[in-house]
């Protein structure tokens, strides 16, 4: 079963189900009168979808894509919409709620209480909206056609990932559906200059920070590791979790017998437990180029030369989001911005290290000796009379 899939298992039409039973007599689910005139139908019988048949008119909220994946600094938008069957007649107020569950937080061992975490992104009602928090100002709904109630969020922040809800109340009647918003990016391992098994969580997540990266999610190191991802160190997740990805089970890391996945050790304590760490890297808004015509530089001569260039030298999740999301492909060992030396390959070939493609890394050499280093360019762009770094 795929991550996703197991997500999907939620518990939530059930908690919907109790949230409106519990208003009546018993949560019982069977046929209840009620004395407004209306007449609620037994709803643990319906469809699975949560869905309230009233009168006969039922409302529909519905997404044609369960998942959409974006990359940073773009705009994106989560499908919702709305109906009523058969079609009203006389038009319902309605209210709409996108409402989310970050990332971070949608790990299996706390899926059971995600439901109640979900915090407000922006509630809109006819013509009027109001955004929250991180949301403020970058969220609105596309409404292309009559119950478009589509989320467009621009600028996409690295940590927007999770799961979204759309929920439509007309004041009688309520349905939502969930779209997950995934980052497009890569996860890469990361460890200390002195070895293996120096960071604290909070280490780690200072460690990916300085490489451009975040602290991977449990779900990104499950799609690295649906990927191919196999690493037999443990790293930090951004959940707290610690935890190693392994495609071909062997002796040493988890055993021979134990089915290929994810190894996990659950939370270990922040301050005191060191590990490696799993971070993750988006793409970058900018590029990555191995910089050509000069001779071997040390360290200090490569982050100059970067510099004399009118660019950075590169950091670690900079490189990994070139090689993976851009294709950068260089047979030439090159110096980084951590002091570590690595090169990416995406056509494996003689000379170029392993027959699988991969990011090669040399460890962290004296910085005295000679290689060649890779740059990072960000792009300019104008923004209201500023030029503003992406
Ligand atoms: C997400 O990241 C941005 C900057 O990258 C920050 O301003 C914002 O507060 C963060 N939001 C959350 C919910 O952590
Ligand atoms: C490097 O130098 C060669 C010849 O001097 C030139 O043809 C080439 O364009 C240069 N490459 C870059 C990236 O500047
Ligand atoms: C790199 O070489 C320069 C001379 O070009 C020297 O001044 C510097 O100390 C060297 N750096 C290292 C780390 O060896």
Same mark, same amino acid.
């Given at each position: 079963?795929?991550?996703?899939? *197991? $997500?999907? !298992?939620?518990? =939530? ?9 519990? /208003?009546?007599?018993?949560?019982? %689910? ?93 509630? *809109? $009602?006819? !013509?009027?909206? =109001? ?9 609105? /709904?596309?409404?292309?056609?009559? %119950? ?243």
């Amino acid at each position: 079963m795929s991550f996703a899939a *197991a $997500m999907l !298992s939620l518990p =939530r039409p059930l908690l919907v189900t109790c949230v409106y039973l519990l /208003l009546l007599p018993g949560c019982q %689910g069977r046929i209840l009168g009620y004395t407004n005139g209306f007449h609620y139908q037994d709803i643990s019988n319906g469809n699975g979808h949560g869905e309230i048949y009233f009168n006969g008119i039922r409302l529909h909220v519905e997404s044609p894509q369960s998942s959409v994946s974006a990359t940073r600094g773009s705009t994106v938008t989560l499908p919702c919409h709305y109906h009523y069957e058969p079609e009203l007649t006389i038009p319902r107020k309605t209210r709409v709620k996108w409402s989310w569950l970050p990332a971070n937080t949608m790990t299996p061992q706390v899926s059971a209480d995600a439901f109640f975490k979900e915090t407000e992104v922006m509630v *809109a $009602m006819g !013509s009027r909206h =109001r955004s929250y928090g991180s949301f403020r100002g970058r969220v609105r /709904l596309r409404r292309s056609a009559p %119950g478009d109630m589509s989320l467009v969020i621009n600028e996409l922040q690295v940590n927007d990932t999770g799961r979204y809800r759309c929920e439509v109340i007309d004041g009688l009647e309520d349905d939502s559906v969930t779209v997950d918003l995934e980052l497009r990016g890569v996860v890469f391992p990361y460890y200390s200059q002195k070895g293996r098994y120096h960071y604290n969580f909070f280490r780690a997540q200072k460690e990916c920070q300085d490489q451009d990266a975040t602290l991977a999610t449990f779900e990104q190191l499950f799609t690295a590791w649906e990927e191919g991802l196999d690493w037999c160190n443990a790293g930090w997740l951004a959940d707290g979790t610690v935890q190693y990805p392994i495609t071909i089970p062997r002796d040493g890391c988890g055993g021979k017998n134990l089915a290929p996945g994810l190894r996990s050790y659950g939370q270990r304590d922040r301050v005191l437990h060191r590990y490696d760490a799993f971070c993750f890297a988006a793409s970058v808004k900018g590029t990555v180029y191995f910089l050509e015509n000069t001779t071997k530089l040390n360290f200090t001569e490569a982050i100059q030369a970067c510099s004399s260039d009118g660019s950075q030298i590169a950091k670690v999740g900079q490189l990994y989001a070139a090689w993976k999301l851009m294709g950068l492909d260089h047979c030439d060992a090159g110096w980084l911005a951590d002091g570590s030396v690595r090169y990416p390959i995406t056509k494996a070939r003689a000379n170029c290290g392993p027959s699988q493609p991969g990011v090669r890394s040399f460890g962290f050499p004296p910085q005295y000796l000679k290689f060649g280093v890779y740059c990072y360019r960000s792009m300019l762009c104008f923004n209201a009379g500023q030029i503003k770094p992406y």
